[in-house]
């Protein structure tokens, strides 16, 4: 018999912003969960979004026993992203397309419910890296960001390209010529690096990718790395950070980015018959004619 996790008796959730529509699909989902017995505590600016009065997200993270979202991929990474440090398990609800990192759709919850009161789900872990911005010679951070896709280094103005040095492990080995320089997590493979030709990279594994975006030189390729190493960056120019394609920080030339991998990972859960290749081959239709 498979392992079993703990039973879950509290969830929060968490609804994609800017999304009122969501109220008819959250009322279905707390009824069901509540006829199940299990505790439904909605997030405050959610709850405010559908007009429905909603618990701080600190109260919620103290008393539940996994967090929910209700969206896409990027409301999941989101929440993954704020949940980080309480090592609370996320699952995402799909109300969009399929997702790659979400479970299922809103009608399939009822059949995942049992797994959910006897502790019979899966519980994925994913890379996170973290990315701690250093100003001139200062040697404590200004910024210090976690990511569960990627960092990416980007030019800040629409035209011309960013200069990148880049080191590994504190000895220089690269400066990128390029539109931008995405640090990405094998989770984030399947994102903006597999547009920018990166590979697609099992999301379980432990690696570190580096990919150029549209880069100025042919010798500038893709690279794989495992998740011992520390990196360093540093523009030549005034450059952006952008944390899983949410939120921004500006990058000037003084300033040291040095991004590695956490040993701590982030929590999905997942019904254990969910496959990630049959998502990948749906998703990306392999195998199918042109």
Known sequence: MSHLNKPITQVGIILRPSSPELKGVFLQIREELDNAGIEV????????????????????ISRCD??????????????????????????????????????????HLHTFIPALKSGDYSLQ?????????????????????IAINEFLISKHDLSGMVRIDASIDGAHFNTYSCDGLIIGTP????????????????PYCRNI????????????????????????????????????????????PSHRIKIQALSQSATLMYPRTRDYFSVLKEKFKWGEED
């Open 187 to 202: 989770t984030g493979s399947t994102a903006y690096n597999i547009s920018a030709g990166g590979s697609v990279i099992y």
């Open 209 to 252: 990718l580096l990919t150029p975006i549209a880069p100025h030189s042919l010798t500038q390729r893709p690279l794989v790395l495992s998740d011992e190493f520390v990196l360093e960056f540093s523009a030549k120019s005034r450059a952006k950070l952008i944390i899983d394609g949410q939120e921004m920080i500006d990058i000037m």
């Open 66 to 107: 996994a967090l929910f979202s209700l969206g896409g991929d990027g409301t999941l990474i989101a929440m993954l992203r704020r949940a980080f440090e309480y090592r609370l398990p996320c699952m995402g609800i799909n109300t969009g397309r399929l997702g790659f990192l979400t479970a299922f759709m809103p009608e």
């Open 125 to 145: 872990h994913h890379l996170v890296l973290q990315a701690q911005v250093f100003k001139a010679d200062s040697i404590t951070p200004s910024h210090t960001l």
């Open 41 to 60: 505590m909605l997030e405050s600016i959610s709850g405010g979004m559908i007009e429905l009065l909603g618990q701080d997200f600190h109260h919620i």
